[in-house]
């Protein structure tokens, strides 16, 4: 189960998507998801899924690959569609049973937040984390963010704090995969039992895992100080990020692929 986790890890490829530029992709995710929040119509959703099929083909990544983002998320899904299903109530009654009741609005709305959900990880893994090293997101939001160092904002600390952790996440996710398997073998059970008993079980597993977290990053600390790390201060780069002609046109052609089903939406709405 812990290792279905792909956040934070990079698929190693030489794609389009992967070899654009990192600030592109990521103003690329921010459009896109203004686009996925706006779209309220099946149509504009198709539309706005259709992009993503486009993204997975730049990327050439495997499906499965791809998939495994999906998996953390499968009961976040099924918990918002059941509870927008049963709770809204618009539109014809398409079947109800004592307190429960299924409206036609309410099972439109279910699928579209369940299927927006669907979306954005996927928008995400694609952008970011599948095509993207953690070095190369962090460079690209600190360049975009440049602009805030004018207000005293500490840019190259809150991009180095993020690349840390997109980092040490896979890290983390062998660790409590360890500790776990190695509970077992003492007589830890986390898929039996009442809920109070598994939470019980899980935490033999949170208490190390903390301290092996908490003792990582003390590590982390002491070498980065006896590096004289002062921030950005004096910082340099070995492969500075440099905009391409082929960034552009791919940046173009992409944002008015994402801005479609805005388009789509729009006409859907006047008919």
């Given at each position: 189960?812990?290792?279905?986790?792909?956040?934070?890890?990079?698929?190693?490829?030489?794609?389009?998507?992967?070899?654009?530029?990192?600030?592109?992709?990521?103003?690329?995710?921010?459009?896109?998801?203004?686009?996925?929040?706006?779209?309220?119509?099946?149509?504009?959703?198709?539309?706005?899924?259709?992009?993503?099929?486009?993204?997975?083909?730049?990327?050439?990544?495997?499906?499965?690959?791809?998939?495994?983002?999906?998996?953390?998320?499968?009961?976040?899904?099924?918990?918002?569609?059941?509870?927008?299903?049963?709770?809204?109530?618009?539109?014809?009654?398409?079947?109800?049973?004592?307190?429960?009741?299924i409206?036609?609005?309410?099972?439109?709305?279910?699928?579209?937040?369940?299927?927006?959900?669907?979306?954005?990880?996927?928008?995400?893994?694609?952008?970011?984390?599948?095509?993207?090293?953690?070095?190369?997101?962090?460079?690209?939001?600190?360049?975009?963010?440049s602009?805030?160092?004018?207000?005293?904002?500490?840019?190259?600390?809150?991009?180095?704090?993020?690349?840390?952790?997109?980092r040490?996440?896979p890290?983390?996710?062998?660790?409590?995969?360890?500790?776990?398997?190695?509970?077992?073998?003492?007589?830890?059970?986390?898929?039996?039992?009442?809920?109070?008993h598994?939470?019980?079980?899980?935490?033999?597993?949170?208490?190390?895992?903390?301290?092996?977290?908490?003792?990582?990053?003390?590590?982390?600390a002491?070498?980065?100080?006896?590096?004289?790390?002062?921030?950005?201060?004096?910082?340099?780069?070995?492969?500075p990020?440099?905009?391409?002609?082929?960034?552009?046109?791919?940046?173009?052609?992409?944002?008015?692929?994402?801005?479609?089903?805005?388009?789509?939406?729009?006409?859907?709405?006047?008919?």
């Open positions: 189960m812990m290792k279905d986790i792909s956040i934070g890890r990079y698929y190693n490829g030489k794609s389009v998507l992967h070899r654009l530029d990192p600030r592109v992709k990521v103003l690329l995710f921010i459009v896109y998801m203004v686009t996925i929040f706006m779209a309220n119509t099946p149509v504009a959703m198709l539309a706005t899924f259709a992009v993503v099929l486009v993204l997975a083909l730049l990327s050439k990544i495997p499906v499965m690959e791809i998939l495994r983002s999906v998996r953390p998320i499968v009961f976040i899904m099924i918990f918002i569609f059941v509870l927008n299903l049963f709770s809204i109530r618009q539109g014809d009654v398409l079947w109800s049973w004592k307190f429960l009741v409206t036609s609005g309410g099972l439109m709305r279910a699928v579209l937040l369940a299927f927006r959900l669907l979306l954005l990880i996927l928008a995400t893994s694609l952008l970011l984390s599948l095509t993207t090293t953690p070095l190369k997101l962090s460079d690209a939001l600190e360049s975009l963010g602009p805030l160092k004018v207000i005293k904002v500490p840019v190259n600390e809150m991009a180095m704090t993020m690349s840390i952790a997109l040490f996440i890290t983390l996710v062998e660790e409590t995969d360890k500790i776990m398997k190695a509970q077992s073998s003492r007589g830890a059970e986390y898929d039996t039992g009442n809920i109070f598994r939470a019980q079980g899980y935490v033999t597993v949170l208490v190390p895992l903390f301290v092996s977290a908490f003792k990582r990053a003390e590590e982390l002491i070498a980065m100080d006896s590096r004289c790390y002062r921030g950005g201060v004096g910082k340099t780069k070995l492969h990020l440099k905009m391409k002609t082929k960034d552009y046109l791919w940046m173009l052609a992409l944002v008015i692929l994402a801005v479609v089903p805005l388009a789509v939406d729009f006409l859907w709405k006047i008919k």
